[in-house]
């Protein structure tokens, strides 16, 4: 996931963030009986024509990138969830909650049903669970539990908030959206992740960084991994970026074999998952902020904006990893955006081995 500035939630499966977990389930709980003790107020008009520009704004940075930078087919979009401070536009009839549809903004020339309603600071989700309206963006869902859907904050809501200033806010956007195409490859993986999970960190994805941050031999181990892979990104040749290359996933499966063991042998399939994840959206948003239709910046100035302050392992070092595996298998977007997915350490291990 990327942030302008805050920590944003990705949610997978059902479970990925406790904290959002516990105020659905408030919510659940007890949005009845509050709205039956408040004074009733009338509804917000919910004028979808007024967020079709930027909702048009995104779709077109998306058609972009999926068309003439990943080069992927078209495929129909997830559920969608965008909000404001008053109300939800969504081409979900759950999230609707009964209300008409009408029309609205088309995705990659396909129309589509959309529902805008007042959401009175809740918001259900097409999985039916409800969230508190905050600032956020996420994928979520799961192709056998009733579809992928994705949800964002409108860029007057992210403005309010103190963040999302262009070209950055559509980098985030194009992030998490490339999750969406990440989900149905990846899904028999998530699962039984999730499933199993029974550590007392909450299942997201910076567990490996929650869990390992405070050993600080591994923090160095870390350290020197992802600085390898970008000077194996930048290297001046194939060949010098192949032979870095391969160091890197040496120190990576010793850094594995060395602390991912006995109990804590799940942060393996872990670690490798969500840099599959966060590599794979980071890298699509700098490549769109690099592009000159999109948010024309140079390639540094790209990735500098997508790393931030970079707090974040999996972020930063899975953007390591897939500008490498960019320059040395530069048809990834075809196995990676594709049932099953492949994952960065598998598309690693191919680079090295060409």
């Not at 396909?110 to 529902?115: G, Q, R």
């Not at 707090?311 to 298998?329: K, N, P």
């Amino acid at each position: 996931m990327s942030s302008a500035g805050a920590r944003l939630t990705l949610r997978i499966v059902t479970r990925w963030t406790l904290a959002l977990a516990v105020v659905g389930a408030l919510l659940s709980a007890n949005a009845d009986a509050a709205r039956a003790a408040e004074p009733a107020s009338p509804a917000p008009a919910c004028d979808l024509s007024a967020a079709t520009p930027w909702i048009d704004r995104w779709f077109a940075a998306w058609d972009l990138t999926s068309r003439e930078i990943l080069h992927l087919p078209t495929e129909p979009p997830p559920y969608l969830v965008f909000y404001d401070s008053l109300c939800v536009y969504t081409t979900s009839a759950v999230s609707a909650e009964g209300a008409a549809p009408i029309e609205g903004p088309s995705f990659q020339l396909t129309p589509l049903a959309w529902w805008a309603i007042a959401h009175d600071d809740s918001i259900r989700l097409p999985d039916s669970t409800r969230v508190a309206v905050q600032l956020m963006t996420f994928a979520g869902g799961s192709p056998n539990r009733g579809g992928v859907f994705f949800v964002m904050g409108s860029p007057p809501f992210w403005a309010n908030a103190g963040h999302g200033q262009e070209p950055g806010l559509t980098g985030v956007f194009l992030h998490e959206f490339a999750h969406t195409r990440q989900i149905p490859g990846m899904a028999a993986v998530i699962g039984p992740l999730d499933s199993a999970w029974s550590f007392p960190e909450p299942l997201s994805d910076d567990v490996v960084q929650a869990r390992f941050s405070k050993d600080s031999t591994y923090v160095a181990a870390y350290l020197a991994e992802r600085d390898l892979l970008y000077e194996a990104a930048r290297a001046d040749s194939l060949d010098e970026a192949r032979a870095l290359a391969e160091q890197a996933l040496v120190m990576m499966r010793a850094r594995h074999a060395r602390w991912f063991v006995g109990p804590d042998s799940i942060f393996a399939s872990l670690d490798a998952t969500f840099l599959s994840l966060e590599g794979a959206g980071q890298w699509t948003a700098q490549a769109w902020l690099a592009h000159p239709q999109g948010g024309g910046l140079t390639p540094e100035e790209a990735v500098t904006k997508m790393l931030g302050r970079r707090r974040w392992w999996s972020q930063d070092e899975g953007l390591a990893l897939f500008l490498l595996i960019d320059r040395l298998v530069p048809e990834w977007p075809s196995m990676v955006f594709h049932v099953p997915s492949a994952g960065a350490v598998e598309l690693l291990e191919r680079a090295v081995q060409r």
